[in-house]
């Protein structure tokens, strides 16, 4: 689980006990952490002006869904979304999560290595592989072994 605050892996699983029997989790790196267990004493003290907010406020829960009502904060904490609608919703905060997880925004996939780089390469190869099981069916060794090592060579370059 992501850190609330920053990208990193959190490691503390905060739970705030909040007024009318609500709870409040809160999961922070080992940094945030420390910064977050030492806000109360800021606000406490004095004519100190702060500009960190307090843990319920809504800083914490980030967007919430208008079809289902999912806070952010309740995707991080369940990993799951209510609905359809959450991906619209959240995209702000998902697309850093996803990047942060998969080194980019979108789905890119993999090549196959033997992919054949032109048209024209991929039209031989379908015909070479034809031309070898006729060969092979025919019992026509040798040319079939030249068939092979031309097919080979297409899917190597």
């Known amino acids: ?10 490691t503390y699983h905060i739970t705030e006990v909040l007024p ?7 999961h922070l790196c080992e940094d945030c952490a420390k910064k977050y267990l030492v806000e109360p004493h800021k606000k ?6 702060t500009d960190v907010p307090e843990p319920a406020e809504e800083v914490f829960a980030g967007p919430t869904c208008e079809s ?8 991080r904490n369940h990993g799951r979304f209510g609905c359809a609608h959450d991906y619209d919703a959240f995209k702000g905060e998902l697309l850093p999560l996803l990047e942060s ?3 980019d925004v979108r789905h890119v996939g993999k090549t196959p290595r033997r992919l054949p780089r032109t048209q024209g390469e991929q039209v031989e190869l379908a015909t070479l592989r034809r031309r070898l099981q006729q060969l092979v069916t ?7 072994a030249r068939v092979r090592d031309r097919i080979k060579e297409l899917e190597a370059s």
């Open 20 to 26: 009318e029997d609500r709870f409040e989790e809160v």
């Open 44 to 49: 406490a003290a004095p004519g100190k002006a």
């Open 138 to 144: 025919e019992e026509n060794y040798e040319e079939a």
């Open 1 to 10: 689980m992501k850190c609330l605050r920053c990208p990193k892996q959190a």
């Open 68 to 75: 289902c009502g999912l806070s952010y904060l309740e995707f």
């Open 101 to 103: 997880i998969h080194g």
